[in-house]
């Protein structure tokens, strides 16, 4: 019964998971494991689906957790905020290209330094190149709550270079 129930229900939504993962980690190879990991987790959890109400929403739900989470993830990684501080990469001198890097270094140090709320909305917007609209969805917030973690994240990363 759960065999042909997942291959009914939970296999043909393996594209809309897809789709969904790769607008929230913007990497096909990364949204492939992505739904892989999410399609074993529902497997394994075959025992509550009687419990579920809506098996889709569930799915969606946990790719939506899964792709938070290595967004979360990557947070203490290197992270590419060149595109933030509007960096060309070519034909630069050697001591223009080192006062990029510290800039680039002072933002990224400044959103790991952000409440997580507000460093995701900077994250999916200005690094992952989101809509307001598929942030909204992605986090399961309303626009205005988008736009207000966006514009106290943008003021505190502006406010931190400032000092410097």
């Not at 993830?73 to 050697?94: F, K, M, N, Q, T």
């Not at 205005?144 to 931190?160: G, P, S």
Request: hydrophobic letters at 40%.
């Amino acid at each position: 019964m759960s065999l042909e129930l997942f291959t009914h229900r939970v296999l043909p939504l393996k594209d809309k998971l897809f789709r969904f993962a790769c607008r929230l980690l913007q990497n096909a190879a990364e949204a492939e494991d992505a739904v892989q990991d999410v399609m074993v987790k529902i497997w394994a959890k075959r025992g509550e689906w009687d419990r579920w109400e809506n098996l889709e929403g569930y799915c969606m739900t946990s790719m939506r957790n899964h792709c938070l989470e290595k967004l979360r993830s990557r947070r203490g990684r290197y992270v590419e905020v060149e595109a933030l501080a509007g960096l060309p990469g070519a034909e630069r001198d050697p001591s223009q290209v080192l006062l990029d890097r510290e800039v680039a270094a002072e933002i990224r140090k400044s959103m790991e330094a952000l409440p997580e709320k507000q460093y995701l909305v900077m994250q999916l917007r200005e690094v992952e190149g989101l809509t307001y609209q598929e942030i909204a969805g992605a986090l399961d917030l309303s626009m205005e709550q988008v736009k207000v973690y966006l514009h106290r994240a943008r003021t505190a990363v502006k406010n931190t270079l400032w000092k410097i």
